[in-house]
């Protein structure tokens, strides 16, 4: 991508050369009607005036059509590339009435800034697991000489950018990092997102085109893996809320038995606070109510 950039670095985009198209109209207006005025003359005389005046006529005629054929009109959003037997003679930009030399072309490309959303792709991330990705790309053209030029069709070119990018993305990271900490699609969009408009950035640079934001707009496992993905999900949650609670329960237990050591309410041997420790993690660890058995006999009986 560097070197098509550089070498379509030459054509560049430059304004052209243009007149005020309104005082142009309405001079080549007026040298028309100048032209029937002097038809209308040349018919009242006779013989070589007559064809002389008819001959200026013809002049007139053709110089204002020239006139009136150099307007170019320019809408907002809009830009007019102008291109002399086959050479690029600059961009106008200015929206409203313009005269240019009335042998060139004029070709119309838009300025607008657009949205553009990709097909949803089935791609492989880094992990080898298949998964569908889709994304939208805010696009602007900012060299109307590249974007006419170097390639055939803007629009295209930036959708298959857009789509390789995405791609090239999407198997560069894993879906879910799973607590490891690297990145990954699911868990940084952020990241990602601003790694795939500068991807996307370089790929259209040679197309004279401005990235101006880019979102992905689906992120998901593929139907065939989808249901055990979604279950080594669900298993994961629930080993990470049980290490939660048994977090918990520790230190609660802990606290318990210093507690009742600092107060002197009671004083346990070891085999005593092995039996109490395992009560209460049964109570605090068990997702049903426990039963409640009151010992009606002494502490060791």
Not at 45 to 53: D, E, R, V
Not at 54 to 59: D, E, T
Not at 208 to 233: C, D, F, K, N
């Amino acid at each position: 991508m560097t070197q098509l950039s550089e070498r379509t670095a030459a054509l560049e985009e430059h304004p052209a050369w243009s007149l005020p198209g309104v005082p142009m109209a309405f001079g080549g207006i007026l040298v028309i009607f100048g032209g029937v005025a002097v038809v209308w003359r040349a018919s009242h005389l006779t013989g070589g005036a007559s064809t002389g005046l008819v001959w200026l006529a013809v002049i007139m005629f053709a110089g204002g059509a020239l006139v009136l054929a150099g307007l170019v009109p320019v809408a907002p959003g809009h830009a007019r590339v102008i291109q002399l037997f086959g050479r690029y003679c600059g961009t106008i930009r200015d929206s409203g009435l313009k005269w240019v030399n009335p042998f060139t072309q004029r070709l119309v490309l838009s300025t607008r800034i657009r949205n553009q959303e990709s097909a949803q792709l089935k791609v492989n991330d880094s992990d080898g697991n298949p998964i569908e990705i889709a994304a939208v790309v805010v696009w602007q053209v900012r060299d109307t000489a590249n974007a006419k030029y170097s390639v055939d069709d803007v629009a295209k070119f930036v959708t298959t950018q857009m789509e390789t990018a995405v791609r090239h993305i999407a198997s560069s990271y894993p879906y879910d990092s799973r607590g490891t900490g690297n990145l990954s699609l699911r868990d940084n969009a952020d990241e990602i997102t601003q790694r795939l408009s500068a991807e996307l950035t370089q790929r259209v640079l040679a197309a004279g085109v401005q990235i101006i934001e880019s979102r992905l707009t689906r992120l998901s496992y593929a139907p065939e893996i989808a249901q055990t993905m979604l279950r080594q999900q669900q298993a994961n949650a629930v080993v990470g809320a049980r290490a939660r609670i048994v977090e918990g329960a520790v230190g609660m237990v802990r606290l318990a038995l210093e507690r009742l050591e600092q107060e002197g309410v009671v004083e346990l041997d070891e085999e005593r606070k092995a039996a109490m420790v395992s009560n209460l993690l049964v109570v605090l660890c068990s997702e049903q109510a426990t039963q409640q058995v009151v010992n009606t006999g002494s502490l060791y009986s």
